[in-house]
């Protein structure tokens, strides 16, 4: 079953000569002095605007900047720590560090060689 039996190509329809003359041909006329000078006003207050919003968009983005500067160098001194914490963790659950400690608050010692021992 054909939905569409009778469609075609589409064409637009062409403009008669005359009215493509007569779009061309549109008079120009200096405007006045009054609409210049509204004109010109209106141009000045747009580029003040745009200046104005660039320049505080710019202030705005010089703090960030600086405020991601202190935060990286925050970062950079937790990470030391962190390792030097990392460290030191590491070498208090070491077994000979664990017996030095039992050793000298328990009076704890590994069993020599020749030593029995009785479960």
């Not at 190509?9 to 041909?25: D, H, I, K």
């Not at 006003?41 to 505080?56: D, P, Y």
Request: proline content about 3%; charged content about 20%.
């Amino acid at each position: 079953m054909i939905i569409h039996a009778q469609t075609g190509q589409y064409r637009s329809r062409t403009l008669r000569p005359g009215l493509r003359r007569r779009v061309a041909a549109r008079r120009t006329e200096e405007m006045s002095p009054e609409l210049r000078r509204a004109v010109g006003i209106t141009l000045c207050t747009a580029l003040f605007f745009l200046l104005a919003g660039g320049w505080f968009f710019h202030w705005i983005t010089v703090g960030e900047s600086l405020r991601t500067e202190q935060l990286q160098a925050v970062t950079a001194s937790l990470d030391t720590a962190n390792i030097n914490l990392r460290a030191k963790k590491a070498g208090l659950l070491s077994p000979k560090h664990i017996e030095a400690v039992a050793a000298v608050r328990f009076g704890l010692h590994a069993p020599v060689s020749g030593q029995v021992h009785r479960l």
